[in-house]
């Protein structure tokens, strides 16, 4: 009966972080649409790790906050609106997460569309704050 104890208690010390982990993303989500939207790309670009690589579809990896700020810049001059959901959120360990989740945007097009898709982003903890440090995306379920 111990062992059966202490076997739970380990399981979910394991999992544990990740549910810590979660509610944090979120909340740093949030903040990068609430930043989208108010045009501060340089807020954006703080979010992210130092060394952060983002890779997104159909273009170059961008590496370095300067790069990934104006990436965004100049991807906000063709989409708006955008809206964030995490699916999951997988404990790395307690300096790294692993989070999936799904996304919309609507075109600046004369005729706005709605594209949909996914991403999974590395999430890294620098002193204490967790830092995007992986980034990629694509349309699609």
């Keep these: 009966m111990r062992n059966i104890a202490l076997v739970i208690v380990f399981v979910s010390s394991l999992a544990a972080p990740a549910l810590a982990q979660k509610p944090e993303i979120e909340a740093i989500n949030a903040k990068f ?83 949909t898709g996914k991403y999974v982003v590395v999430w890294e903890k620098v002193e204490n704050d967790w830092k995007l440090t992986t980034d990629i995306w694509n349309e699609g379920k």
Excluded at 53 to 73: C, D, F, H, N, T
Aim: hydrophobic share 45%; charged share 20%; proline share 7%.
């Design 33 to 115: 649409v609430e930043l989208f939207n108010k045009g501060d790309f340089s807020g954006i670009a703080s979010l992210y790790s130092a060394d952060a690589i983002v890779l997104p579809p159909g273009s170059s990896m961008v590496q370095g906050r300067a790069a990934i700020e104006g990436m965004w810049k100049s991807m906000a001059e063709q989409v708006g609106d955008p809206k964030l959901a995490t699916v999951d959120v997988k404990a790395l360990g307690p300096l790294a997460a692993r989070e999936i989740g799904t996304f919309a945007l609507k075109t600046k097009a004369p005729t706005p569309q709605e594209v």
